[in-house]
């Protein structure tokens, strides 16, 4: 393996780290939920009185904080190399391992393990691993 040193940007990506650690920590003290992406918009779609108003927050958040960084720096260009019917077979599987990992990587990855969840630690484990797998198999085997 090598470093790609003319796109290796390990001040951007500490900075982004950092600030989605502050985001989580933030969320947890001051409202007392858990920042996972599948449960906070999980509970949009049974919503619970009281409950709603931050989790919109959050999502728009999501939507607008890349249109608020576009205003100072150009947006990534995203290259997918798929077509339309893989990324829907890519969506469902990933909704399909949330719903039975009881959560996502932002959940189980960034806050179940920096709780010193052992669910978590176990989740981050198999979701990691089957990363490694497929894409060892898409661009080693299949190709």
């Known amino acids: 393996m090598t470093i790609d040193w003319i796109n290796f940007t390990p001040w ?4 982004g780290g950092l600030l989605i ?16 992406i599948s449960g906070i918009v999980g509970g949009l779609f049974r919503p619970v009185s009281g409950d709603v108003k931050w989790r919109i927050a959050f999502v728009l958040g999501l939507v ?6 576009s205003l100072f720096a150009a947006l990534p260009k995203a290259r ?4 339309s019917s893989v990324l829907i ?17 932002s ?3 960034v806050c179940g ?20 797998l497929t894409v060892f198999i898409v661009r080693h085997l299949i190709s």
Request: proline share 4%.
């Open 107 to 109: 959940g189980h990855g």
């Open 64 to 69: 607008l904080a890349p249109l608020a960084f």
């Open 21 to 36: 650690g502050l985001a989580t920590a933030v969320l947890l003290l001051f409202n007392g939920k858990i920042a996972g």
């Open 80 to 83: 997918i190399d798929a077509d």
């Open 113 to 132: 393990l920096s709780r010193l969840s052992p669910r978590s630690f176990a989740a981050t484990a198999v979701f990691m691993a089957a990363g490694f």
């Open 89 to 105: 077979a890519a969506g469902l599987l990933v909704g399909l391992g949330t719903r039975y990992g009881s959560g996502c990587t």
């Open 12 to 15: 951007p990506s500490l900075t």
